[in-house]
């Protein structure tokens, strides 16, 4: 097998990109390939595996997003980043286009040859203040739910958390994870907001499981929970995540992710363990 693949990243968060327009892989398919190929150590490795397919309404393209687990996610906004260069890149599209997902259209912008701009998908579901039991304590969080079906964030405060070992918080992330009063799971969102504004941000992803470098609608829902509570300014939000920094612009409900791409490698995946039918 010679599987055409690029490899990106956006802030560290690290994708399998292919064209499935040209190789017509079927959901289980691309499932599969997402198991493997986005394991460490012994494939490619990543956090996500997108595909990208024939548009399905009024966008330029549809895209598909399978975990590490084999899981299909509602939407990536990292992804959506790198997807928006690539599909600018082998001309897809151009410098503005609609990128159709599960979750809703993701309008995406070119700002420079590595810059990109996406809007997300806007809230739809704000819990603020919740009161959540877990390790035999209290912890209060916000729950926002991006899109349509919604993709679920808890947004957690963690005083100095740019100084905490990730095996500190990382029982305390997985039981948020399985919180049995989301039936969906959610993504944890641990954020600390600094003194001169900027916020602090740390992710452990549902499908990945475990701790990420960037979450793009992770990133966005702490924003928007932080803006709504009066807690920041709006324009931009900066936050500081493991792979680098993110901006995010929230006006009202509208929510854009800017940040940088890295094309980091083009070829095959020539994974002789791999097996697609």
């Known amino acids: 097998m010679k599987l055409p693949f690029v490899k990106m990243q956006g802030a560290g968060n690290d994708f399998i990109v292919i064209n499935n327009i040209e190789l017509g892989y079927t959901g289980a398919e691309l499932s599969a390939l997402a198991k493997q190929a986005c394991t460490r150590k012994v494939s490619v490795g990543a956090d996500?595996?997108?595909?990208?397919?024939?548009?399905?309404a009024d966008g330029d393209f549809y895209t598909r997003y399978y975990n590490a687990d084999g899981s299909e996610a509602e939407m990536c906004g990292n992804g959506a980043r790198c997807?928006?260069?690539f599909a600018y890149e082998t001309k897809l599209a151009g410098a503005e286009m609609v990128i159709e997902t599960i979750a809703g259209n993701v309008p995406a912008k070119r700002l420079d040859q590595r810059t990109y701009q996406v809007q997300l998908n806007s809230?739809?579901?704000?819990?603020?203040?919740?009161?959540?039991?877990v390790e035999g304590r209290e912890l209060t969080a916000d729950y926002v739910e991006l899109g349509d079906p919604g993709i679920p964030h808890l947004v957690v405060p963690?005083?100095?958390?740019?100084?905490?070992?990730?095996?500190?918080?990382?029982?305390?992330?997985?039981?948020l994870r399985h919180y049995s009063e989301f039936p969906k799971g959610a993504n944890v969102n641990f954020y600390d907001l600094?003194?001169?504004?900027?916020?602090?941000?740390?992710?452990?992803?549902?499908?990945?499981?475990?701790?990420?470098?960037?979450?793009?609608?992770?990133t966005g829902s702490v924003s928007y929970a932080l803006v709504k509570k009066g807690l920041v300014k709006?324009?931009?939000?900066?936050?500081?995540?493991?792979?680098?920094?993110?901006?995010?612009?929230?006006?009202?409900?509208?929510?854009?992710?800017?940040?940088?791409?890295?094309?980091?490698?083009e070829g095959f995946i020539t994974d002789e363990n791999l097996e697609l039918h």
Not at 48 to 56: D, G, Q, R, S, V
Not at 158 to 175: S, V, W
Not at 194 to 218: H, K, N, P, Q, W
């Open 48 to 56: 996500t595996l997108i595909a990208i397919e024939p548009a399905k």
């Open 83 to 85: 997807i928006a260069r």
């Open 123 to 133: 809230p739809t579901t704000f819990k603020p203040e919740l009161k959540l039991q």
């Open 158 to 175: 963690y005083p100095d958390l740019a100084m905490t070992d990730l095996e500190t918080i990382f029982e305390l992330a997985r039981k």
């Open 194 to 218: 600094l003194a001169d504004g900027s916020v602090v941000e740390r992710t452990y992803e549902r499908g990945v499981e475990d701790f990420t470098l960037a979450c793009g609608t992770g």
């Open 234 to 265: 709006p324009d931009p939000v900066v936050v500081e995540v493991l792979g680098g920094e993110l901006q995010v612009k929230v006006d009202g409900e509208k929510l854009l992710l800017i940040g940088d791409t890295n094309l980091v490698v």
